[in-house]
């Protein structure tokens, strides 16, 4: 074979050899049909979106990646979800786990808010298709709150009610004890009667506590004569004034209406009166009064209680509102105080669209205002009504009140116009 014919063949078998590399190259790096599965993106079944947004629930759907594919306002906002993954470890452990083992797992969780208070959680993970998971959570903080207040409220009747109770037991032996001595069984006697009054008397404002959480005085509203129910409050506490040798007024204007409870407001009135009998020394004053103060929602009446006693410090003053507790424990406890008052008198404000605010200083005296909304249409012919009662006993206001005739400091303005009956 000549040269000629050998280079021929030689170029041939090249050929050839080329193509055949050339095709298995081109097999290997062609994709096999199953990865085009695995691009295709996962998507959350039809129909799961509109019903997650019915859900009062935080609602997560979380694709098998862990990537979050659905996720309700809620959970965005309450910190759940964070961008495209769950935000809470332990919570991204069990979708995890129940990924794996294909069954419905429950669990409470907590979410730190640096400063601010904790928010608590129950969810309920449970397995879709297609490796899917969702997470419904509902926020148990409000309910949380609730219960650590029912507990506590319960602990702090169990620790009132065993004081006279413990007391009436002691009280009763001694009495056995001194049987054969009627001088010491009359002074035990006394003692236990102070003691079953003051049961009594608690076992009283827990009763009413109770009820006035489950009355609502806006279902079935009355018109309100709000002069009779100061006038009331002042008489119901008229004993005790005159006891604790303290001058007890009505002043303010008249005519006031609202729509609401006269029994309720009936009790937050002689709750502030007695509260301030009990802080104000012998020769002291109290002022009971009303006004019509003109909104641009509604009309509100605003009753106050002023006194010139010992006053509150700075310190209580933001607590005096918390159930059983006392500015003066000594001083309470001998004049009967429960501790309950001014809490029954925030909720009765509450209950009626309201609310109630305290001003004090020491040595100077206190004024506690009930801000309620009238709930009732301006009437004209009514307005002749609103005129400035004196106190009683007096013929006339003074309108030349100056407030350092009591201490020599300014007042705020809101106490001026009360509190100028108490040093007249």
Same mark, same amino acid.
């Given at each position: 074979?000549? /040269?000629?014919?050998? !280079?021929? &063949?030689?170029?041939?078998?090249?050929?050839?050899?080329?193509?055949?590399?050339?095709?298995?190259?081109?097999?290997?790096?062609? %994709?096999?049909?199953?990865?085009?599965?695995?691009?295709?993106?996962?998507? &959350?079944? %039809?129909?799961?979106?509109?019903?997650?947004?019915?859900?009062?629930?935080?609602?997560?759907?979380?694709?098998?990646?862990?990537?979050?594919?659905?996720?309700?306002?809620?959970?965005?906002?309450?910190?759940?979800?964070?961008? @495209?993954?769950?935000?809470?470890?332990?919570?991204?452990?069990?979708?995890?786990?129940?990924?794996?083992?294909?069954?419905?797992?429950?669990?409470?969780?907590?979410?730190?808010?640096? /400063?601010?208070?904790?928010?608590?959680? @129950?969810?309920?993970?449970?397995?879709?298709?297609?490796?899917?998971? #969702?997470? #419904?959570?509902?926020?148990?903080? =409000?309910?949380?709150?609730?219960?650590? +207040?029912?507990?506590?409220?319960?602990?702090?009747?169990?620790?009132?009610?065993? +004081?006279?109770?413990?007391?009436?037991? #002691?009280? =009763?032996?001694?009495?056995?004890?001194?049987?054969?001595?009627?001088?010491?069984?009359?002074?035990?006697?006394?003692?236990?009667?102070?003691?079953?009054?003051?049961?009594?008397?608690?076992?009283?404002?827990?009763?009413?506590?109770?009820?006035? *959480?489950?009355?609502?005085?806006?279902?079935?509203?009355?018109? &309100? $004569?709000?002069?009779?129910?100061?006038?009331?409050?002042?008489?119901?506490?008229?004993?005790?004034?005159?006891?604790?040798?303290?001058?007890? +007024?009505?002043?303010?204007?008249?005519?006031?209406?609202?729509?609401?409870?006269?029994?309720?407001?009936?009790?937050?009135?002689?709750?502030?009166?007695?509260?301030?009998?009990?802080?104000?020394?012998?020769?002291?004053? &109290?002022?009971?009064? !009303?006004?019509?103060?003109?909104?641009?929602?509604? $009309?509100?009446?605003?009753?106050?209680?002023? $006194?010139?006693?010992?006053?509150? =410090?700075?310190?209580?003053?933001?607590?005096?509102?918390?159930?059983?507790?006392?500015?003066?424990?000594?001083? @309470?406890?001998?004049?009967?105080? /429960?501790?309950?008052?001014?809490?029954?008198?925030?909720?009765?404000?509450?209950?009626?669209?309201?609310?109630?605010?305290?001003?004090?200083?020491?040595?100077?005296?206190? /004024?506690?205002?009930?801000?309620? %909304?009238?709930?009732?249409?301006?009437?004209?012919?009514?307005?002749?009504? *609103?005129?400035?009662?004196?106190?009683?006993?007096?013929?006339?206001?003074?309108?030349?009140?100056?407030?350092?005739?009591?201490?020599?400091?300014?007042? %705020?303005?809101?106490?001026?116009?009360?509190?100028?009956?108490?040093?007249?």
């Amino acid at each position: 074979m000549n /040269t000629t014919g050998v !280079a021929i &063949v030689a170029l041939v078998v090249g050929l050839l050899i080329g193509l055949g590399l050339a095709r298995l190259m081109s097999r290997r790096e062609r %994709p096999e049909a199953t990865p085009e599965f695995e691009d295709e993106p996962v998507v &959350v079944p %039809p129909g799961v979106v509109e019903v997650l947004k019915a859900l009062r629930s935080s609602a997560v759907v979380v694709g098998p990646h862990d990537e979050v594919l659905q996720a309700s306002t809620p959970a965005r906002t309450q910190g759940i979800v964070r961008g @495209s993954r769950v935000a809470v470890r332990e919570l991204l452990d069990l979708v995890r786990t129940v990924r794996r083992d294909r069954q419905i797992s429950i669990l409470d969780f907590e979410i730190h808010r640096g /400063t601010a208070a904790s928010s608590y959680f @129950s969810a309920r993970v449970a397995p879709l298709d297609d490796d899917l998971i #969702l997470i #419904l959570a509902d926020d148990q903080t =409000a309910a949380r709150r609730i219960e650590e +207040t029912r507990r506590d409220f319960v602990a702090n009747v169990s620790h009132e009610l065993k +004081t006279p109770i413990g007391a009436i037991s #002691l009280l =009763a032996e001694a009495v056995g004890e001194a049987a054969e001595d009627p001088p010491a069984v009359r002074k035990f006697a006394g003692r236990m009667s102070i003691e079953s009054s003051r049961l009594s008397d608690l076992v009283a404002q827990i009763i009413d506590l109770s009820r006035l *959480q489950a009355d609502n005085p806006l279902a079935a509203p009355e018109e &309100v $004569d709000v002069d009779q129910v100061l006038a009331e409050a002042v008489d119901r506490n008229r004993v005790d004034a005159e006891r604790h040798h303290v001058s007890l +007024t009505v002043a303010g204007a008249k005519g006031c209406r609202v729509l609401g409870s006269s029994r309720q407001l009936g009790v937050a009135v002689s709750n502030l009166v007695e509260n301030a009998l009990i802080y104000s020394d012998a020769g002291a004053r &109290v002022v009971v009064a !009303a006004r019509r103060n003109a909104r641009a929602d509604d $009309d509100y009446v605003e009753i106050t209680v002023s $006194d010139n006693g010992i006053g509150i =410090a700075p310190a209580d003053l933001n607590r005096i509102f918390e159930r059983f507790y006392r500015v003066d424990y000594a001083r @309470s406890r001998a004049n009967g105080g /429960t501790g309950l008052g001014l809490s029954i008198v925030k909720h009765i404000a509450a209950t009626h669209g309201g609310d109630v605010t305290a001003w004090s200083q020491v040595g100077r005296g206190s /004024t506690f205002t009930i801000r309620i %909304p009238a709930h009732l249409r301006s009437d004209p012919d009514g307005a002749a009504d *609103q005129q400035e009662q004196p106190a009683l006993g007096q013929t006339e206001r003074s309108d030349d009140f100056t407030p350092t005739a009591l201490t020599g400091a300014d007042e %705020p303005e809101p106490q001026n116009q009360d509190r100028q009956e108490i040093i007249r």
